[in-house]
Every structure is written in structure tokens, then in C-alpha cells.
Nanobody, 126 residues
Framework: QLQLVESGGGLVQPGGSLRLSCTASGWFLDYAIGWFRQAPGKERERISCISNSGHNTVIADSVKGRFTLARDNSKHTVYLQMNRLKPEDTGVYYC????????????????????WGPGTQVTVSS
């Protein structure tokens, strides 16, 4: 059974950077992995996704040009590099594995993902 755990969150000033990690235990190689965030009082949104091979990524418009994804299958880890952070990036960040449809590719719906990690808090504030 696939289990995911996020790490790397924290408090950072506007304009700063953080790198989040999503580390998997269990069979990892067949799954696309998505990153999601939930800001206070808002619904959870998908911000990025990477295919199982790492060759294809999807980045939401709200973070495009600032956030990038990478995947190291040998370490069972997906990385979310976040640069030029803004206060509106504050929230709990989650990773999850594609669990419905074509498991190796990304899709839009939150319901297509499962094995959610517990989340890591990111706070962007001066």
C-alpha cells in the first residue's frame, strides 16, 4: 500500500524559497503524483502534478514561473521547488498519488487522487 509523507514546510519571508519533498513508501513507480494546497478558509486546489516517469509536468497558472517539479524515482521522492513566494502561497501543502483512471498521467480532479499525505504547513510572512 502506497503511503506518502510531505516535508520541508516552514516560515519564509515574501520573495523567499522553499523545497518540499513528498516521499513514498510502497510501490511508487506506476503513479503520477500531484501537489495540492489548502489556504485558510479555502478549498483544496491542485497546483502541480508530475507523471510517473517525470517527463510530463503540469503547473497551475497561479504558480507558473515560480514553482517547479522534479522526481527522483530512485529515492521515491517528488520535489516541489517554490521560489519567489508570496503571502497568498500560505497554506497546508499535500501530495497524493493518482488513484483513478490512467494512473501514470496527471488529471484535474482531486477525486482522481488518493493516498494523501498528512500535509506540511507553509507560511509566507514578514
Amino acid at each position: 500500500q502506497l503511503q506518502l509523507v510531505e516535508s520541508g514546510g516552514g516560515l519564509v519571508q515574501p520573495g523567499g524559497s522553499l523545497r518540499l519533498s513528498c516521499t513514498a513508501s510502497g510501490w511508487f513507480l506506476d503513479y503520477a503524483i500531484g501537489w495540492f494546497r489548502q489556504a485558510p478558509g479555502k478549498e483544496r486546489e491542485r497546483i502541480s502534478c508530475i507523471s510517473n516517469s517525470g517527463h510530463n509536468t503540469v503547473i497551475a497558472d497561479s504558480v507558473k514561473g515560480r514553482f517547479t517539479l522534479a522526481r527522483d524515482n530512485s529515492k521515491h521522492t517528488v520535489y516541489l521547488q517554490m521560489n519567489r513566494l508570496k503571502p497568498e502561497d500560505t497554506g497546508v501543502y499535500y501530495c497524493a498519488a493518482k488513484s483513478r483512471g490512467l494512473l501514470r498521467t496527471c488529471s484535474e480532479g482531486l477525486d482522481d487522487f488518493g493516498s494523501w499525505g498528512p500535509g506540511t504547513q507553509v507560511t509566507v510572512s514578514s
